[in-house]
């Protein structure tokens, strides 16, 4: 349903958070393609002309709600690395982490994979450019792992980090808010699964 335009003098930010969060409402229901700048400046309860005065195209926009949760995404990580001494912390870290970020962030996450064949030239080499490194850090993790003989010495650090990402990255497609599990007992499950499924000589540490 459009939003009722706001009663109150302009205000640029509130009027750009509008129309990012009508961007992501309707690229996740229909689909970037499926959706048209005036649908996105209806929702907002905006015009088609505010939505133009913030931004050139639709793709700046996607480009926005790719960056918003990648760049979390990465925030997360590095914290992990400075936060934590082993890898065992880290990974578990990471691994609860991630976890909630990708179901806070449900339907940016969906947006992120379901319309990033659409972006081309620049943008999508940044986005891929940030995607790579936020992998990079993860298989680097499990790498100092094995190396340190904290995890198993038969992982393959790049095939161990893209399974456990999948796994943390996955809960965006089925984690209900109305469920009979809170967020958080899940982010804690998988990272308990994550230091298990490494053969982590601490397979409890800093499981929270």
């Known amino acids: 349903m459009p939003r009722k335009p706001p009663e109150r003098s302009y205000d640029p930010e509130e009027t750009r958070r ?7 409402d309707l690229f996740a229901d229909q689909g970037f393609r499926g959706t048209s700048v005036q649908e996105i400046a209806d ?4 015009t088609k ?47 609860s982490d991630t976890t909630l970020i990708c179901i806070d962030y449900q339907k940016h996450v969906r947006v992120f994979f379901q319309e990033l064949q659409v972006i081309r030239g620049d943008v999508r080499e940044a986005i891929l450019d940030k995607r790579r490194r936020s992998t990079a850090i993860f298989e680097d993790t499990v790498r100092r792992g094995v190396e340190s003989g904290e995890f198993d010495q038969g992982l393959e650090p790049t095939v161990a980090a893209l399974g456990l990402l999948g796994m943390w990255v996955w809960s965006y497609q089925w984690y209900r808010a109305d469920g009979s599990v809170p967020a958080r007992d899940v982010a804690r499950q998988f990272a308990t699964m994550t230091l298990h499924s490494v053969g982590a000589r601490s397979a409890s540490v800093l499981v929270v």
């Open 49 to 95: 002309g505010a939505f133009y005065h913030h931004f050139a195209t639709k793709d700046d926009v996607l480009h926005l709600i790719h960056d918003e949760f990648i760049d979390r995404a990465l925030e997360s990580q590095e914290h992990a690395l400075a936060a934590y001494r082993t890898p065992t912390e880290q990974l578990a870290r990471m691994a």
């Open 43 to 46: 929702r907002a309860g905006l």
């Open 18 to 24: 509008l129309l990012i969060a009508a961007s992501l």
